[in-house]
Every structure is written in C-alpha cells, then in structure tokens.
C-alpha cells in the first residue's frame, strides 16, 4: 500500500478477522497497522445453496460479523474489519481446507494427477461505518504432475492443513504449480490488489 491510503488509515482501528498466519504475513508486509481476531464463526454453510462467489462473500460475512460482536463494546471500537474466505473449485467441485491425512490426500492427488485447473475463489468483506463492502477475487491455477511417491511426501511435511486445497503456493507447494493466471496473494488467501483498491475507494483517496 502507498503513502496516500496508509496515511488516511494511520489512527484507525483496523481489524483482520482471520487466524491464518498466511494473510496475516501479506498484509502485514504492507506496512499497514492492524490487530488480528480470530472469529469463531461456524464456516458450515452449505456450498450447493450458493454460487461460489456469495458461498466466499458470505462466510467472510459470518467472520467479520462475529468479531464485530466481539468488539463493538471495546474503547474505542473498530474502525475497519476485514473478513476473507478462500476455496477452490475444481471439476464441478468445491473445496475448503482438507479436514485430515485422507482428505489432503485425496485433493492433492486430483490437483496433480487430472490435467485441468483450478480455480482460488477469495470472498472479502470490508466493515467500515456500519456498512459492508464486498467482493470476490478469482485466480486459475495450473498445477504441475506429480507421482503418487511425491504426494505422499508433500502430504508428510504437513503443508497441506489449514490451507485451502491442500497446498501452500508460497511454500513446498509452490514447486508443483506450473502457473497461474491472476493474483498471486489470492492463491495464498488475501487477494491484496483488489482489497487495496477497494479501500482506496471506501476511503475516497
């Protein structure tokens, strides 16, 4: 972020509700000054009732909402909450972070075994004077194929959890992506380009 935008954010309480160290790193290589709150929001809404982008946009909802009521008691409150959420969508499929060896396994497997994309669906919500600001950055990734000796020893370093399809591309991950076609710090789970722009605008700089 440029001088411009950091100096209109200078003084406010800025808040990222996440508890992943990834986005926390991105923003934070920013220079921008904000706190980090977990949410405890349930991320159980059910990906068939939504498109994949209001499934994104409305979990980041759930997330800023719920640190909201966290906060919104505390001296002084929060100026700014920011809410990410990130999937992949992968052959009529979509998925979250692998919830054990079996699930890592699998996704990992079908990521570099089956020769066609994926995409990085990231919903951002933005809290600022009692509105909520939204959108949904999407990146396609192409992965690289591996042998089912090498899965098993990605799987073991223990990359895969806690990320969104099951690989860091900022890490291990990054040797088995050929490419990709959009933002790269979607892929990781904090689309900064657009979040900068859309801050731009709300704060009107």
Known sequence: MFKPLLQKLDG???ILATSSKQRTKVLQDTGL???IVP???KEDLNPSEFSISDFVEQTAL???RDVYEKLK???PKPDIIIGVD???SFNGKVYG???GREDALDLVTKLTTINIPHMVYSGVVIFYRDNFFKFTEVTTVYMGRLSEQEIEAYINTGEPYGKAGGYAIQGLGSSFVERIDGDYNNVIGLPLYRLTQKLK???EV
Do not use: A, D, H, Y
Request: net charge positive; aromatic share 8%.
């Open 201 to 203: 605008e709300i704060m």
């Open 86 to 88: 990130t999937v992949i």
């Open 97 to 99: 972070k692998p919830k």
């Open 73 to 75: 008691l505390e001296i």
């Open 62 to 64: 759930g997330k800023v």
């Open 12 to 14: 406010m309480r800025i």
């Open 39 to 41: 949410s405890n929001f």
């Open 33 to 35: 000054k904000f706190e």
